[in-house]
């Protein structure tokens, strides 16, 4: 199913919240939805290379400048947060389409009945990884999408996918064959999870980018890996914001808010066993997403402008770089 039309680029539908951010020009895209067999995988079968999760089918939009008319063009493949597809990545679609860089928002909740603030145990993050893979394979497949030039970016939940599908374990066990993503970009990822060899990532760029005040998804351990990463020779940043807190970027939530019955992992240290098991590192025990005592109520949200800025422009100067984009 495709249609088309012009999208007035963030100014028609934020100018008001964020005159900063406006695009100038108008965007003439073309709409493709795509529907995408996979599975859902809890983490133990994610990661002892599971191909036999509960099937499942899920869809996405694919957003396509009409200009030039003929020609591949680079693209970036969109993992939502816990709260599914929202505003914040029909923003980001428009930034990307208006540098002429194809989009495709997937939606990793629907095809599988998953709610939007959902505890969302069966839907692992590592799952959501599985899916990015889908997706690359079906852009790459795709004529007017050129198959050595796509990235992939998430945020929240879908950052961490975006992150760990670098992983050369993970890219060998669920990637397409011969493809791999041209950068990993995450916003506000969660990186309290260690795996077996998780230092061993592909040689493409990786990019976070976090808010100092997050008390969601807290940057301490992003520090950590990324330190990690650089010393095996990861080609890695980690960009910090001070006052931005988790969903800094979001316009839906122009004031910071406090949630106070949202759950958090931060006191959390999820660490691979034996035979892919994950135990709580504080405590040693087998780790229960719904239950384990190191989950936490009460986290902060909220848009800082300042960061949102800055984040749009250095991820358009990565995927210019990433992508061989002409400035």
């Known amino acids: 199913m495709e249609c ?23 965007v003439k895209v073309r709409a493709e939805i795509h529907s995408l067999g996979t599975v859902t995988l809890s983490a133990q079968q994610a990661l002892l290379g599971g191909k036999n999760g509960k099937p499942a089918m899920v869809a996405g939009e694919l957003r396509i400048p009409t200009t030039p008319p003929s020609g591949r063009f680079p693209a970036v493949v969109l993992l939502h947060g816990g709260n599914g597809l929202t505003m914040s990545e029909e923003w980001w679609a428009q930034e990307f389409n208006s540098i002429g860089v194809a989009v495709f928002l997937l939606d990793s909740f629907t095809g599988r009945g998953v709610t939007p603030g959902d505890e969302q145990a069966e839907m692992a993050t590592l799952t959501m990884m599985v899916d990015g893979y889908r997706a690359l394979g079906m852009l790459a497949r795709h004529a007017r999408i050129d198959p050595g030039r796509i990235a992939v970016m998430g945020f ?154 800055a984040t749009i422009k250095a991820v358009k100067e990565v995927l210019i770089a990433a992508l061989r984009l002409k400035p």
């Open 156 to 309: 929240s939940m879908g950052a961490a996918a975006a992150l760990y599908a670098g992983n050369e374990r993970f890219r060998r066990m669920y990637a397409p064959p011969d493809i791999q993503f041209a950068a990993h970009i995450g916003l506000y990822t969660p990186c309290y999870w260690s795996f077996h060899d998780d230092d061993v990532v592909t040689s493409k760029p990786i990019r976070l980018f976090h808010g100092i005040a997050d008390d969601w998804v807290p940057i301490g351990p992003c520090r950590a890996y990324v330190e990690r990463l650089r010393k095996a020779g990861a080609d890695i940043t980690l960009t910090e914001y001070p006052d931005a807190y988790h969903g800094y970027d979001s316009l839906q939530q122009p004031e910071p808010k406090w949630l106070p019955q949202a759950i958090s992992l931060r006191d959390c240290k999820l660490v691979e066993s034996e035979h892919g098991v994950i135990l709580e590192g504080n405590t040693g025990k087998s780790f229960d997403v719904t239950s384990d005592p190191c989950r936490r109520k009460g986290v902060h949200v909220g848009y800082n402008e300042a960061a949102a800025t």
């Open 4 to 26: 088309e039309w012009r999208l007035m680029g963030t100014a028609g539908l934020f100018g008001l919240l964020l005159p900063a951010l406006a695009s100038s020009a108008d």
